[in-house]
């Protein structure tokens, strides 16, 4: 099937204007049907041996978002001790979640243990199926973004806890909670950037020929 | 930036209709402009703190592929004898590379030391650089699926090997080697879905709501 060139500049258009979202959430709900496009999307990435080791852990309970958020400022506070003092004081001032005040909370998950114990392409790199949970939430994300939805990924928790909060087996491995809604703005530029704690990368640095 | 319903569907198509290519490709070359643009979008991948810990060596010398495509060679006999016999078979049958067809290879990398030893959104979860690069794997991928050309990626390799072939330092991990090049067609469906190897999960089943 071939892609167009209209169709292609939207693919680049959604993957240039995707942002991580942390302060831009609306309180209005995401109708059942976009999320089931977004999810849809995710199931369709790529998967080693086709295992397809992901899940979807859809929280919209207030309850269980508080224990998230809770959880989230611990290691927030943890990690905060980290920075060195010139640091902290910015660290200290970025909004980093919208756990709150997004309508959904996305936890993706890696099932290890999915159709066995010997899979396809994961023979030789046992971390493979956690990179293809990591294609889902890319899927996921570029499709939100390409419903004018935000979505903004919360790494700073421990995934232990999240793991209790949510009940998730013990060999299923969560991979991303992720906010999920709609959203006054998209920024221009990703949040870091703007701020100046980090610049883009000039790519022409990152590109090597046939050898490092 | 609002994306518009007919971007939004260009989205979709281009993640339906992605696959996982070994057989197809098609010695034409790739134009530079072209490798450029999917090299951007990968580039443009969410970072965990905005790291950007990716590096991307491209592969076109035909005695680097060749040690590459040796790499694997081994990792497949080991694999092979993993699998139980009747599998094995089956398993030997399928074609799962192109590396020597393909007229470039892509190695994307993460270079765990980037921007130094605190990385904001890496202070709960060491392992989020690496999800930072494959998202990043995930990006380029769709941009070359609009761009109608085949990626395949080959993780039956010991990354340790790969790391060794093209001299890649010591603090930064190959996350993929992609094969890329234009290819006489699309499967319809993922060929390990086609053979029967596995099948499709019901979505429903991988849904949860508030709890596991």
């Known amino acids: 099937m071939k892609i167009t060139t209209a169709e292609r500049d939207g693919v680049y258009k959604t993957i240039y204007n995707r942002r991580d979202i ?112 990591v294609c889902a939430v890319q899927n996921l994300w570029l499709a939100a973004r390409a419903e004018n939805l935000g979505v903004g990924w919360v790494s700073i928790i421990h995934h232990r806890t999240l793991k209790e909060i949510l009940g998730i087996p013990k060999f299923v491995v969560p991979i991303a909670y992720l906010c999920i809604g709609h959203i006054s703005h998209f920024h221009e530029k990703p949040e870091l950037e703007k701020a100046g704690w980090l610049p883009r990368l000039p790519i022409e640095e990152l590109i090597h020929h046939d050898r490092w």
Request: glycine residues 6%; negative net charge; contains cysteine.
């Open 22 to 133: 942390r302060g831009e959430f609306l309180p209005d709900p995401v109708s059942d049907e976009v999320l089931e496009r977004i999810l849809n999307a995710a199931h369709h990435a790529p998967s080693v041996g086709f295992m397809q080791p992901w899940d979807f852990v859809v929280v919209r309970n207030q309850t269980v978002k508080q224990q998230i958020k809770n959880a989230f400022e611990v290691a927030h506070k943890e990690a905060a001790e980290m920075f060195d003092e010139e640091q902290r004081e910015q660290y200290r001032s970025f909004k980093l979640e919208g756990i709150m005040e997004a309508p959904i909370g996305i936890t993706v998950t890696c099932d290890r243990r999915r159709t066995g114990d010997v899979v396809i392409g994961r023979t030789a790199n046992k971390e493979m199926d956690l990179y293809s949970s």
